[in-house]
């Protein structure tokens, strides 16, 4: 199993849809959870932290769920530059350090 | 440009050469990352340095892939007697040393060195 898996999709939405990703990890010793936005060819870039309580920032809202060991991403009214690779980001202990593990992405493509 | 740099931006070589990459992170950032990633999957996790310290090193690939940042500045990866599986993205983060212990705040990425081996 891998330590964070993810839907690879790709999720195929028309604009103005409502659309959600989850991610699974593995280690519930797991710390500091985030979601990260690439373009294709592009390097990934963050797109919100995620806090045991949930977040919201616009229309995109995250969700940590530590009994069940998943984080969640929705996005509200989606645009056509929401297209992109969701990557989910777990910071797992190993080797006496936090390494931040990332699972494969989600493919997002938004439609008109 | 005050973002994180790499050089180069694409490396074409021959099986058996070695490589070296470098990064120049964003100057305040103490923490810098080196990951590899290939198509369709996200980065993977090599090494990490605070300062000039790797304080992770375990998840090289093999005994082939090496990482130095000597002043605590730049940093270069080393890749020796290159293979053709060795051919992916690898990218450098920074950060700034969090508050707390634990690494994974925001990671600014550069944008990768494409390395081909032929």
Redesign the interface.
Known sequence: RKE?E?D?GPFNVPEGATVAFNCTYSNSAS??F?WYRQDCR?????LM?VYSSGNEDGRFTAQLNRASQYISLLIRDSKLSDSATY?C?V?MI????????????TSLIVHP | DTGVSQDPRHKITKRGQNVTFRCDPISEHNRL?W?RQTL??????LT?FQNEAQ??K??LLSDRFSAERPKGSFSTLEIQRTEQGDSAMY?CASSPIPGD???????Y????TRLLVL
Do not use: A
């Not at chain 2, 369709?40 to 996790?45: D, H």
């Not at chain 2, 212990?101 to 990671?107: N, V, W, Y």
């Not at chain 2, 990425?109 to 990768?112: C, I, N, R, T």
């Open positions: 964070v993810q690879p710390q500091s985030f592009k390097e990934p870039k963050l932290s990557l980001v910071n190993g080797g006496g350090s936090y390494i931040p593990t990332f699972g494969r992405g | 990352y990951y369709g999957q996200g980065p993977e996790f990490y304080l992770e375990s998840r990218l212990l634990h690494p994974g705040k925001t990671q990425f550069g944008p990768g």
